[in-house]
């Protein structure tokens, strides 16, 4: 159980491994990047203080649901662990940035009790086409890959 704690812990911060972001690399997205990205973080934020899977399955990029699919779909203790694990966090949308062709989100969330934990999020698309999708969460601490 406690082996699954620390996945599920690590899936609820969301994969950022990929992005080890280096302050110096990354700039401010523009105002378009930022509108069309932003609108991905508040269901995304939402899903995880409800513990809600499926909006997280919808969320996530194909490689990444297919990496979590099983804590997601079979881990039945999962949506009540989410809600356990964020009850009375404040997470908040702090900055939307691009590193060469990758945008993040970084995202603060503030614990009862005054712990924080700093997150990036790699938004990714298909296609021109196609909706904005979570790609990969890091914890910003240690460059980490984190779970959704």
């Not at 970084?106 to 904005?132: E, H, Q």
């Amino acid at each position: 159980m406690k082996k699954s704690i620390v996945i599920l812990t690590t899936f609820a911060v969301l994969e950022f491994a990929g992005l080890a972001l280096h302050a110096e690399e990354a700039v401010q997205a523009t105002p378009t990047e930022s509108l069309e990205v932003s609108q991905i973080f508040r269901p995304f934020i939402d899903a995880l203080k409800a513990g809600n899977v499926q909006v997280l399955r919808r969320l996530l990029s194909e490689e990444m649901y297919r990496e979590y699919r099983v804590l997601l779909e079979e881990n039945k203790e999962y949506p009540r662990f989410l809600k356990r694990y964020y009850e009375g966090a404040d997470i908040q949308l702090e900055n939307i940035l691009r590193e060469r062709n990758n945008l993040h989100g970084v995202i603060r969330v503030t614990f009862p009790g005054g712990d924080m934990s700093v997150l990036r999020i790699s938004v990714k698309k298909k296609d021109s086409n196609a909706p904005w999708r979570i790609g990969r969460v890091l914890n910003d601490k240690d460059g980490e890959e984190e779970s959704p």
